[in-house]
């Protein structure tokens, strides 16, 4: 399995575990994310830490599951695609 491949699929199960030190861990000091669509968690992320302030913040004392249908990557890059759940 390719590195970003395996980073891609260990970052769902980190947040699924509520492991923000463990996903902070993973995340570069170049981090990007960029979360498509028009949900509240849509945007463009450059700094791990802000990434998961907002998410605590759309999740607070909620449960958040996502389903990884795959892992796409290259030597620079990972992208998922996921299903997000969200219930009390």
Known sequence: MHRHEELARREIELIQAGDDEGISDLYASDFVLHHAGR???AGRYTDGGQFL???GELFEGGTVQ?????ALFTDDHAVQLASRYCGG
């Open 39 to 41: 949900s509240p968690l």
């Open 53 to 55: 302030d907002r998410l």
């Open 66 to 70: 996502r389903e990884l249908h795959d």
